[in-house]
């Protein structure tokens, strides 16, 4: 049975074209992971599902009974509310039967009806696992990392990879009919990320996920959609299967291409030399027929590669950046006592469980948070350069080629545009506005934007988040070889496994 089915789709932002005339449909029982390049549109697909966008044409057909659970990372939460409580919201028409089935109960006495449906509202609530909800909740707290944070925290003193974390705690728990989830791995860590894989591939209600997560898609999806040369192809099995099905019917599509292209080359050919010969008649002949050939599509390109490099500026083999009982947060520490030091050259990625503060840690070393207690210092000799994992802009209507002209205005066209190139951006994105580009593309300019500054001590907050696996391990690449210092905070220990020192937190936190 289908729950949703898209019907007609045709998109773009500005010149850029998404989709055409495409469609596939989701149907019970299915986990479909969503894939194509960065920027092929992804992304827009889950939020045109949702509603959020309105397709240029085109519909999407949901089954009038079901229910839809999107991640919203960035929802408005009440900041008092307990993680507890909001959790518990998942359940509220469980716990409105139950007031409601309570009251009954204290009119039975008096009402033969009234203690019928009481015990009617009890057995509903006994079938839907009312009386096992606190045991749901831990289950899903735990396996996300949650129950280590306090149930009883209020929402409002959570960073941001734990309110994000709550949030998708929240759609697990209310278990819609068809669950649309953007990046849900992006604030998990590897042991959360696999407990995830294990709860999604045992669900029984369908799904969609986007993910650049290649092994967390292999385990949880049994059914791939392809978004390429601006169709959506819908492919049976798992996602390594999907990978063979496509090399092999994208070989046979650009045999059939270059075949038909030689075919019109000879044709126009003929026509050219003939149309006013005494082979005229079938010249027009074969025009009309060439006229009216159903002509395949160019084959999309295959996306660019990126080679990033990092201006290294001199740096000596000394101490460099000084941590002194430094405590960080924002109305209250979330991290306190914290003591080391860093030295030239050296690659040290700060581990610890989600949500912990390192990233409150990045932002106070960069300036954008004021210390709670301590100090730290770094040498005269230390230029940064920082990568902040919010994809922010301070005007999302500019264009890549406008953002990297604005910060470098002495640089010329042909350069910005060879720069963008460099890092991944393709002519057709570095002229579409920051705001319609994909998660991934945007990281790329930014990347871009940081590799054009001059610097020795590189800061970079879970930098992967949205880079495919192509992107990551050019990223890799380039900090493995940079000169300089760097300080990183990331999730995934394949991209810093064998170039990076790792420290956890715990381990640079003074003992009280």
């Not at 019928?116 to 909800?133: C, S």
């Not at 010969?277 to 084959?299: D, F, N, Y």
């Not at 890799?476 to 905070?489: I, P, R, Y």
Request: charged share 25%.
């Amino acid at each position: 049975m289908s729950l949703l089915e898209v019907e007609g789709l045709t998109h773009a932002f500005g010149d850029n074209l998404l989709y055409r005339n495409a469609g596939f449909a989701l149907n019970k029982g299915e986990h479909i992971g969503i894939v194509g390049q960065n920027g092929a549109g992804k992304s827009t697909l889950i939020k045109i599902c949702t509603g959020q966008i309105m397709p240029d044409a085109g519909r999407v057909v949901r089954h009038p009974k079901i229910s839809v659970g999107y991640l919203d990372q960035y929802a408005e939460i009440e900041k008092e509310i307990t993680m507890e409580a909001f959790l518990k919201s998942a359940y509220e028409k469980l716990y409105r039967m139950e007031q409601e089935m309570l009251l009954l109960y204290e009119k039975a006495a008096d009402d033969e009806k009234a203690l019928k449906l009481a015990a009617r509202y009890q057995e509903q609530l006994e079938m839907q696992g009312f009386y096992d909800i606190d045991t749901h909740i831990g289950q899903v707290a735990g396996g996300l990392g949650l129950s280590a944070i306090g149930l009883t925290r209020p929402v409002g003193q959570m960073s941001g990879g734990q309110r994000a974390k709550v949030i998708l705690a929240k759609l697990l728990l209310e278990k819609p009919d068809v669950l649309l989830l953007d990046e849900p791995t992006n604030f998990l860590d590897k042991e959360h990320i696999a407990w995830l894989s294990d709860y999604l591939a045992g669900l029984e209600n369908a799904f969609m996920v986007v993910s650049h997560d290649y092994d967390f898609l292999e385990k949880i999806a049994n059914r791939i959609c392809d978004i390429d040369n601006k169709t959506i192809a819908k492919y049976y099995g798992t996602y390594s299967e999907f990978l063979k099905k496509k090399t092999l019917l994208r070989e046979d599509y650009v045999r059939q291409y270059a075949a038909q292209q030689r075919e019109i080359k000879k044709t126009e050919e003929f026509i050219r030399k003939n149309i006013a010969g005494i082979k005229s008649k079938m010249a027009r002949g074969r025009r009309t027929r060439l006229e009216r050939m159903e002509k395949m599509e160019a084959p999309e390109e295959k996306e660019i590669t990126p080679q990033f490099q990092f201006s290294a500026l001199p740096l000596t083999n000394v101490e460099h950046l000084q941590i002194k009982r430094l405590a960080v947060g924002y109305q209250y520490p979330v991290l306190s006592g914290l003591d080391f030091i860093v030295r030239g050259g050296q690659k040290v990625v700060i581990s610890g469980f989600n949500g912990i503060g390192k990233s409150t840690l990045l932002k106070t070393l960069v300036g954008e948070l004021a210390p709670m207690q301590g100090s730290f210092r770094f040498s005269e000799q230390v230029v940064i350069g920082y990568f902040a994992q919010d994809l922010v802009w301070e005007n999302e209507t500019k264009t890549p080629i406008q953002a990297v002209a604005d910060t470098y205005p002495s640089m010329v066209m042909k350069e910005i545009r060879k720069k963008l190139a460099r890092c991944g951006i393709s002519e057709k994105h570095a002229a579409q506005p920051l705001g319609t580009l994909s998660g991934g593309e945007q990281a790329k300019v930014k990347m871009c934007l940081l590799t054009l500054t001059p610097c020795n001590f590189l800061i970079l907050d879970e930098p992967t988040n949205h880079l495919d696996v192509r992107a990551k391990e050019a990223l890799q690449t380039a900090l493995s070889e940079f000169s300089g210092t760097v300080l990183l905070v990331s999730h995934e220990e394949a991209f810093y496994r064998g170039w990076a020192r790792k420290v956890s937190v715990e381990d640079i936190c003074s003992k009280r």
